[in-house]
């Protein structure tokens, strides 16, 4: 197939690219580089199979010739990037929707919405089932991620409704593998870029708060089967094993032989207490569950972090 990826240099949106090309299609990767890097896509030079675009999805998507499916994964997805681009952030999910949409449509394509837990936002349930509908704080210091994705996945089923377009939407809870951004904001690499300096570990309240880590290779491996599949609402996929900030911070010196202390701050605003996935839908409908568990992602996650820290300086 030809295949169109938003948010191609990003973390994930590469990590697909590689998945896609595997399989024998043609990927079409678009970004706007704001917060992707061309570095994850450096080792795709020479590949016939393999075009990158230079733009931006909040404006016009031009894809000359066929297109059979979009993947969606275009927008800052940090904690770090929602104070230095909310606008964009809002646009991305709004405007950058829409004109992906419009290119599934134009083309016959199916549509697969890259959602997020956050649409769930601090949650009353736990765990998060697709039927709960979330505790969102819409005028937060989160709100542009959590409100632009959920009305992403409103636009989504109004493209697929009136109009007939093929669409899935996937809810991606916390995921980490190679590849992460260095500077990203979120647990994983704050703790494992900290303690490979062997600087303090920074936790954010008390440590009770709860994460579920999910290992790149699975979580592509249950997106990819979801475009595949019927489903046209959404898809929890994460790793339902859960773990308190405390204990993962532990894990994480333990397992880069750090020195580093831990040290608490004060839990920034609307941060979820808990987070852990009900993937019912996804073991039941597409035969889908995490097979990578922490003990195997994180010292991978780790050496590459280690790799990228010693080419940095």
């Known amino acids: 197939m030809r295949i169109v990826v938003t948010g191609a240099a990003g973390f994930l949106g590469s990590h697909l690219v590689d998945r896609l090309?595997?399989?024998?299609?043609e990927v079409v990767g678009i970004d706007s580089l704001i917060?992707?890097?061309i570095e994850n896509l450096k080792h795709l030079d020479g590949n016939r199979a393999f075009r990158f675009v230079l733009a931006d999805v909040t404006q016009y998507i031009h894809v000359p010739g066929p297109v059979?499916?979009?993947y969606h994964f275009a927008s800052p997805a940090s904690p770090f990037d929602f104070p230095r681009y909310p606008v964009h952030i809002l646009k991305v999910g709004s405007v950058g929707t829409l004109n992906a949409l419009g290119l599934s449509k134009a083309k016959g394509a199916?549509?697969?919405?890259?959602s997020t837990s956050e649409v769930y936002g601090d949650p009353e349930v736990h765990?998060?089932?697709e039927a709960y509908w979330g505790h969102v704080n819409p005028i937060g210091e989160r709100s542009m991620y959590d409100e632009a994705k959920r009305f992403a996945e409103a636009l989504t089923m109004a493209y697929r409704r009136p109009n007939q377009v093929e669409t899935r939407i996937v809810r991606i809870f916390n995921t980490y593998g190679p590849r992460m951004r260095l500077d990203d904001g979120r647990v994983l690499p704050n703790f494992v870029c900290s303690a490979l300096r062997n600087e303090p570990l920074t936790i954010h309240g008390d440590g009770t708060q709860t994460r579920s880590l999910c290992y790149v290779d699975d979580l592509l491996r249950g997106i990819l089967a979801l475009?595949?599949?019927k489903i046209d609402e959404p898809v929890?996929?994460?790793n339902p094993d859960e773990i308190t900030m405390l204990d993962f911070a532990k894990e994480i010196i333990a397992l880069t032989g750090a020195k580093s202390e831990i040290v608490y701050k004060p839990l920034p605003k609307d941060d979820p207490a808990r987070r852990r996935p009900d993937i019912t839908r996804a073991k039941a409908e597409l035969g889908w569950e995490p097979r990578i568990s922490r003990s195997e992602g994180l010292p991978r996650t780790i050496e590459d972090f280690r790799r990228r820290l010693v080419r940095a300086g």
């Open 21 to 25: 090309l595997e399989q024998g299609h």
């Open 35 to 37: 917060t992707g890097r």
């Open 68 to 70: 059979d499916r979009v």
């Open 110 to 114: 199916r549509f697969l919405l890259a």
């Open 127 to 129: 765990p998060q089932s």
């Open 227 to 229: 475009m595949e599949s």
């Open 236 to 238: 929890n996929i994460g």
